[in-house]
């Protein structure tokens, strides 16, 4: 199993392009997440999905949009970049058993995309 | 709204000396806490998972306890060499979606 992979790993963009930023799971996990880490801070949620076609904003959600069509994938868009979204992304999954999410489980992260808007 | 806070924000130990860090939490409702220990540039390797039934959980030279009553967590590191230099940092999963609230992180320096 890969786990949770990111890509691209680095990227520098010019204020008001766009982008995607792409994440993908092989453990069959169904909630993901969308985190963002400025220098020397914590992660901040962004966006999250329970499962395929449910999303839901995080804290700072604004700036960003999501989808989920597959369990797997859990792109996020930036569609006008700006210079506060210079940050680093980071994906997390959290397995769901048939009680649903534990307490015992922890989410797995993936290796983060470092994202420079000039 | 949940809110974690750690303390010390830094902290720089000679090596071989044992150490605290702190992690504080607003809403005791949670599901469990996570301390994470991040290198510079680095991405988030998993330390340590305490459920919220639970009182502590240790991993080689590492102890964390949760007193979920009083929303406080604790990492013990016994024995501090200069590889355990990083930021730790303390997430606590609570709301629906079990998502993760962040601490703002220890960066620990630990000198040879």
């Known amino acids: 199993n890969a786990g949770v992979t990111q890509t691209p790993k680095f990227r520098i963009l010019k204020i008001g392009q766009s982008m995607t930023l792409q994440c993908t799971q092989d453990?069959?996990?169904?909630?993901m997440y969308w985190y963002r880490q400025d220098p020397g801070m914590g992660l901040k949620l962004i966006y999250y999905?329970?499962?395929?076609?449910?999303?839901d904003k995080g804290e700072v959600p604004n700036g960003y949009n999501v989808s989920r069509s597959t369990t797997e994938d859990f792109p996020l868009r930036l569609e006008l970049a700006a210079p506060s979204q210079t940050s680093v992304y980071f994906c997390?999954?959290?397995?769901?058993?048939?009680?649903?999410?534990?307490?015992?489980?922890?989410?797995?992260f993936g290796p983060g995309t470092r994202l420079t808007v000039l | 709204k949940q809110e974690v806070t750690q303390i010390p924000a830094a902290l720089s130990v000679p090596e071989g000396e044992n150490l605290v860090l702190n992690c504080s939490f607003t809403d005791s409702a949670i599901y469990n806490l996570q301390w994470f220990r991040q290198d510079p540039g680095k991405g988030l390797t998993s330390l340590l998972l305490i459920q919220s039934s639970q009182r502590e959980q240790t991993s080689g030279r590492l102890n964390a306890s949760l007193d979920k009553s009083s929303g406080r967590s604790t990492l013990y590191i016994a024995a501090s060499q200069p590889g355990d230099s990083a930021t730790y940092l303390c997430a606590v999963s609570s709301g629906s979606a079990r998502q993760l609230t962040f601490g703002s992180g220890t960066q620990l320096t630990v000198l040879p």
């Open positions: 997390a999954t959290v397995p769901q058993g048939l009680a649903g999410v534990s307490s015992y489980n922890e989410q797995f």
């Open positions: 453990m069959n996990h169904n909630y």
């Open positions: 999905s329970v499962g395929a076609g449910i999303t």
